[in-house]
């Protein structure tokens, strides 16, 4: 029963996952573990290179310059009086729905000037029900990188919104974030959608056990078959980033795809494996805390 639970939960993420990183791709410009050595789950074709705005790219701008800041201040003055700083709801590291945020790596809030009540808790689950900061310490442990995640936007009410955040590991024991939001993208799933979109995956998993490995790519790769439907496709991945299924992309059938990036430099296809890796794995009694608004 606790692996099946597990099963349910890596499909779950990973579907959640996928689909936030494929509206924010089409926007401006997985999934579950089969086996030890590849990742299977389903996402929608979007154009291939759709370039961000002007007013995004700015505000892209500005979010990493912010983050460069903070982390120059935190080395020149210290982690005591730099988190003062970042908690400072007027201070200098708020402007407007840009600010600070900062977290060790235990993944415990330690700044947030926006939504104070977090200082102190460990984890965080979005809207969707996805763990944020456990993806947000995946980046830190590698240093630093960007992802999508939801958060309520301080400028709209509180209103749970798309967002692009940077992090950076500080190599105090904290890492740093910012980010900005991507109002004009739906950010929340209905119940209805969660669920057909897991179960879409469920049904492939189940096609591989019962098919075999070659068998079932077969059927994944076909764009004519059973697993495009209505716009979304099963996707395959081995963890090294070989690309093992992608019906309507056959060229990159065979590549390794692992430090791809989408027009924001987001990793999606690390991530997702990552994401794939660590759901499998995630122990029932570890519930991350859920964000009230």
């Known amino acids: 029963m606790r ?24 926007a401006l410009a997985e999934d579950h573990c089969i086996t030890a050595k590849w990742t299977v789950g389903s996402e929608r074709a979007v154009p291939r290179s759709i370039a961000a705005n002007s007013t995004a ?33 007027s201070g200098p590291f708020v402007r407007g729905d840009l600010y600070i ?25 979005d809207i969707n029900g996805v763990d944020v900061v456990h993806r947000e310490l995946r980046l830190a442990e590698r240093g630093g990188g960007s992802m999508y995640i939801v958060f309520p936007n301080p400028e709209h009410g509180g209103k749970d919104e798309l967002k692009q955040i940077y992090i950076e590991n500080t190599d105090d024991g904290l890492y740093l974030g910012s980010g900005y939001y991507l109002s004009n993208i739906s950010a929340s799933f209905s119940r209805e959608k969660i669920d057909g979109l897991v179960d879409f995956v ?9 098919s075999g490995k070659q068998k079932s790519l077969e059927v994944f790769n076909d764009p004519k078959g059973k697993f495009t439907r209505d716009g979304s496709y099963i996707f395959a991945y081995d ?40 759901a499998a794995a995630l122990p029932i009694t570890s519930i991350p805390i859920r964000l009230k608004i």
């Open 57 to 89: 790219d700015a505000a892209k701008e500005d979010a990493v310059s912010l983050l460069g800041e903070a982390v120059a201040y935190l080395r020149d003055n210290g982690i005591k009086e730099a988190l003062s700083e970042f908690n400072d709801s």
């Open 3 to 26: 692996e099946q639970t597990n099963m349910q939960k890596g499909l779950f993420y990973m579907a959640i996952i996928a689909a936030l990183m494929l509206l924010a791709q089409a």
């Open 202 to 210: 469920e049904e492939a998993r189940q096609f591989a056990r019962e």
């Open 101 to 125: 945020f900062a977290y060790d790596l235990n993944g415990t809030c330690i700044a947030h000037p926006i939504r104070p009540e977090l200082i102190g808790q460990t984890g965080l689950l």
């Open 239 to 278: 963890y090294e980033g070989r690309t093992l299924a992608l019906p309507y992309q056959p060229e990159l059938v065979g590549t390794i795809r692992i430090d791809a990036q989408d027009p924001n430099g987001v990793d999606y296809i690390r991530q997702i494996m990552n994401a794939a890796q660590d």
